[in-house]
């Protein structure tokens, strides 16, 4: 797949199939998510921790839902929470947790997203279990490694149904230019 289809291409998923994705797919995956440029040569500051199976990833959910509902900032966006029939997973059959720097996890984040759509899978990047996860037992039940933070969340399976392209505003560009005097 070319890599502009791929960036214009992918979606967020919130449909997935129950099938269990590979490991050795997502092994792949993730070692394509790892190509994010780290911060020094070599060095790769960030974990990934793969959580498998519908029913686990959703009690999982739920659990993140109720922590949510019980010790939610007042301020912020959390209308999520009182949306009828929100999931947090989706019912996604893998989740993958990218715990460390935050700009390293963003950037491999993406490039997990776009290997993800290049494979015939889909993704959804997901901030709602956050409040969860910065638990000091949820990050031990889980296996995040202590001196982590975990940062980014991403739902992956077979997509049921891709959402189509909601038209965009074009992106607000400032240039900075050299005076021509």
Request: proline share 9%; with cysteine.
């Amino acid at each position: 797949m070319d890599t502009i289809e791929a960036i214009h291409g992918r979606r967020s998923v919130r449909s997935y199939d129950s099938r269990a994705v590979d490991r050795d797919l997502i092994e792949s995956v993730i070692s394509d998510a790892a190509q994010a440029p780290p911060p020094f040569r070599g060095s790769n500051p960030v974990a990934f921790n793969v959580i498998t199976g519908v029913e686990r990833i959703a009690a999982y959910g739920d659990r993140a839902m109720d922590h949510a509902r019980r010790h939610r900032p007042g301020e912020g966006h959390w209308d999520w929470i009182d949306r009828p029939g929100f999931k947090i997973f989706w019912d996604a059959p893998a989740l993958i947790i990218i715990s460390g720097p935050v700009g390293d996890c963003h950037r491999a984040g993406q490039n997990l997203m776009l290997s993800a759509h290049a494979r015939g899978l889909g993704t959804c990047w997901v901030g709602s279990p956050m409040l969860w996860l910065g638990t000091p037992e949820v990050r031990a039940e889980l296996g995040i490694p202590t001196e982590l933070t975990p940062v980014a969340v991403l739902c992956l399976g077979y997509p049921v149904a891709v959402p189509d392209a909601v038209p965009r505003e074009p992106p607000r560009i400032i240039w900075v230019v050299e005076n021509a005097n």
